[in-house]
């Protein structure tokens, strides 16, 4: 799996650009806000089909292009995958609707078909890591279940189906709980709403778990040797719905009734109170000399434990995709400036085990003369990429 083109307009700070990706590792280098981090969030657009920086689509589209009366922002790739090529196009544009408000719209295409975001699960896997991750331990457990279910939705057009039709029910019901607070409405219009929670919400808990439990002893592997073995690192899934390894009929009907016996609570609330949208993801670390000792990282780590306990679930990610047959493309932002010379080496260790890698850095110089010459360097400045020479 390899992304071989990747063509950007308008897209943050490029107006526009063709690259043709080297089969060896590439780094990219230059001078902070030129637009390095911006190619790798490109790339996992393709993957994703959206962001993993910003929730607002309408921050992709370029500025100068708004002003302009071009307000769209694409990014095109073409994906190899088992010896078949892929076009993956997403396209994102604000349309201004008759009543004079502006509406971002997004058009994700496969081969020129247009598509849905589960369609995007398969064809391009990739792993990110970027410094603003380590609010994945100490940030809101909101952004935890969206990294949860962006891992998954890249593998799972199935889950990835499940949730949307989750997050698209739950979005209905919320607003018909407000209505019924407000008094209107009939308490059995939610009837529909929470027949389809209750079967899709059971999919995405379970989803979920599978995967923690997938990822945490990996995890705790690759911390114990980022930490010369010092600690320990578990991951901890505390759905909001219990009862979720039950057989699936009994499972689901557990999770209407939740939502019965809550109707009157979550109406005067005006929001629904249990689901997968509730769950939360912990990071329980200890000394690995006194494993009982746990610390719950999100409220007790330091900013270098989060840091180390990040990458840690990004290394898992990528072994357990391998273990799958599923290389992904990894994509390293600024991961070396905080690393001692021991954490370096063995990260870029986990390069040589992928078919693709892209790293970004201000200064080439933190890597290896070796590294340099097995890589291929671009400098990036102001929206251009600049091949250069091979490294002495």
Not at 161 to 174: F, G, H, M, P, S
Not at 319 to 336: N, Q
Request: aromatic fraction near 4%; charged fraction near 30%.
């Amino acid at each position: 799996m390899r992304i071989r083109t990747l063509g950007l307009t308008n897209f943050r700070n490029y107006a526009r650009l063709e690259l043709t990706m080297p089969d060896r590792p590439l780094l990219l280098h230059g001078p902070n806000a030129q637009g390095k981090t911006n190619l790798l969030e490109a790339i996992y657009v393709l993957a994703a089909g959206h962001s993993p920086l910003t929730s607002l689509d309408r921050e992709l589209i370029r500025w100068q292009a708004d002003e302009d009366g071009l307000p769209y922002a694409r990014v095109r790739g073409e994906v190899t995958k088992d010896g078949r090529s892929y076009e993956i196009e997403v396209v994102v544009e604000k349309r201004v609707l008759s009543n004079g408000r502006e509406r971002t719209q997004k058009t994700i295409r496969i081969d020129r078909t247009r598509k849905r975001r589960s369609d995007l699960a398969g064809l391009l896997n990739v792993v990110l890591f970027v410094p603003q991750d380590v609010t994945l331990v100490s940030g809101p457990p909101s952004a935890r279940r969206r990294h949860l279910d962006d891992v998954l939705c890249q593998l799972d057009a199935a889950y990835c189906t499940a949730l949307e039709r989750y997050q698209d029910a739950l979005r209905q019901r919320n607003a018909a709980l407000r209505h019924l607070r407000d008094g209107t409405g009939d308490p059995r219009q939610l009837d529909p709403f929470e027949e389809t929670l209750a079967g899709h919400g059971v999919h995405v808990t379970r989803g979920r778990a599978t995967l923690i439990q997938e990822l945490s002893q990996r995890a705790d592997g690759v911390h114990r040797r980022l930490t010369a073995g010092a600690e320990q690192l578990q991951l901890g899934y505390q759905p909001s719905l219990e009862g979720t390894d039950e057989d699936g009929d009994d499972a689901v009907a557990e999770y209407r009734q939740r939502l019965l016996t809550g109707r009157r609570r979550e109406i005067a609330r005006g929001m629904t109170l249990t689901g997968p949208h509730r769950d939360e993801l912990r990071f329980i670390a200890s000394d690995a000399a006194h494993p009982a000792g746990q610390v719950d990282l999100s409220t007790f780590g330091s900013r270098g434990q989060k840091r180390t306990a990040v990458l840690a679930l990004k290394l898992a990610e990528l072994e357990w995709m391998k273990d799958g047959g599923r290389t992904p493309v990894l994509l390293l932002d600024e991961v070396m400036a905080e690393m001692d010379s021991a954490r370096r080496a063995y990260l870029l260790a986990q390069v040589d085990g992928t078919e693709q890698t892209i790293l970004t850095a201000t200064d080439p110089e933190m890597f290896s003369a070796d590294f340099r010459r097995r890589a291929v360097l671009w400098e990036v400045r102001g929206g251009l990429v600049l091949p250069q020479s091979p490294a002495s």
